[in-house]
């Protein structure tokens, strides 16, 4: 039998749960869907969130031959395949290629339908769960609308699933939902219909029949849905989104967000992003305004990589809660950012004789001698001297936080340097 995913799937726009920004009345989207001239589109978001859906229901109504290839198995003979019915009695109403997961076509295979989608005697929609400016082949991407479809919120997740519920009742053994049961099952979807659904036909198979209904419990949706769906990629888009989440919560001194995506983090069993991005918060975003912090964030970090996961959540969380709670400056990055612009610009230059490592003059040299002023023979372990290359001996990167730490230190040589 069909998954209750695909057999309930909306056979109408108006049908797709979520997604109004596209899919609502008067949007553009739609009204360009339904004016049956349908363009060139990439679909871009996370599964199970209508992007095949939306696909077939432009497909039907159009009238076009729809193909469907995925990125995972089809090969450039499939494409070929495809190619071969332009000009064909098949091509009569125009071909509709469906491409799923594009991004896992290589180049070569891409570029094998820039002709057909150059000409217009294919339609391509394709979709890609990742970002398809770094993975669709450039010039098919000029050719093509991107509209990005959003992650399913669980009220548009509950929605689904009464309608779910009342064509189950209307096609088979009619059945009752509980409330909690109902938003149990959405809320541990993780914004992915077709999970949701998964685990609702799962419950209601289970179900005994009684009086000539199924009864769908809390407790009967719990043992299904042991685990939230979250999403997570190492290697995808969800990656990247929840560690930039997680650190700039971190810099941005919410302690509570931060705990949530470290808890997300941890929950997908991603220790070594955790513990990374936490270290580069402590010395990025704390840095100079309390330094001492690095040596505590380091030794959290090796506690944690020590015990392991779950107990490794504990020293990471103080660690976490102690870097966003601490007073921020971001100086030293700001500095060695700046530093490194002029060393890739070019801007640089021999460094000065008395810092160079020699104690021999050459025969050429003009001026004999290192030359070189050792601070701690002086007065308050300072002396002035150049340190900079010539071309740049001006340059400054370093400028003192406004934190107390930071003033403190910049009073204390401003006194000693007298300036």
Not at 188 to 206: C, P, Q
Not at 368 to 397: C, M, T
Request: charged share 20%.
């Amino acid at each position: 039998m069909e998954p209750l995913a695909h057999r309930l799937r909306p056979r109408t726009l108006g049908e797709v749960c979520g997604q109004q920004h596209l899919l609502g009345p008067g949007k553009v989207f739609r009204r360009t869907v339904e004016s049956g001239h349908i363009p060139n589109m990439i679909f871009y978001g996370p599964s199970g969130v209508g992007k095949t859906t939306v696909a077939g229901i432009i497909a039907a109504q159009s009238g076009m031959r729809l193909h469907k290839l995925n990125g995972t198995t089809a090969s450039t003979s499939d494409i070929k395949g495809v190619l071969a019915e332009i000009g064909t009695l098949a091509d009569e109403g125009g071909i509709l290629l469906y491409l799923d997961e594009i991004q896992y076509f290589n180049k070569r295979q891409q570029q094998s339908l820039l002709e057909c989608v150059e000409q217009g005697t294919v339609t391509l929609i394709a979709s890609t769960t990742e970002n398809p400016y770094f993975y669709v082949y450039n010039a098919l991407l000029s050719r093509c609308t991107v509209f990005e479809f959003k992650a399913l919120t669980a009220d548009d997740i509950v929605d689904g699933l009464r309608t779910a519920a009342v064509r189950l009742s209307e096609e088979e053994t009619p059945v009752d939902i509980a409330p909690d049961a109902l938003e149990y099952l959405a809320q541990s979807a993780g914004g992915d219909m077709r999970k949701a659904l998964g685990n609702l036909e799962f419950a209601y198979n289970a179900a005994p029949v009684e009086a000539g209904r199924r009864a769908v419990t809390l407790e009967m949706v719990r043992q299904v849905a042991q685990h939230t769906a979250m999403r997570y990629d190492k290697l995808g888009d969800d990656h990247y989104d929840i560690v930039s989440a997680y650190q700039k919560s971190m810099r941005g001194s919410d302690p509570d967000a931060a705990l949530h995506y470290l808890a997300r983090l941890l929950e997908a069993g991603d220790l070594p992003s955790a513990c990374r991005r936490l270290m580069v918060c402590a010395c990025e975003d704390v840095g100079l305004a309390w330094p001492q912090i690095i040596p505590i964030v380091k030794a959290a970090v090796d506690i944690a990589n020590a015990v392991g996961l779950p107990e490794a959540q504990l020293p990471l969380a103080d660690a976490v809660i102690l870097v966003a709670t601490a007073p921020k400056s971001n100086a030293g990055c700001m500095a060695i950012e700046a530093a490194a612009a002029d060393i890739k610009a070019g801007r640089s230059g021999p460094i000065p004789r008395q810092l160079q490592n020699k104690h021999y003059d050459g025969a050429d040299a003009v001026v004999k001698g290192q030359h070189y002023l050792y601070p701690h023979s002086f007065e308050n372990h300072w002396v002035e001297q150049q340190y900079l290359p010539d071309a740049i001996r001006d340059a400054r990167y370093y400028v003192p936080g406004d934190n107390k730490n930071e003033q403190a230190f910049a009073e204390y040589w401003k006194k000693i340097k007298k300036k």
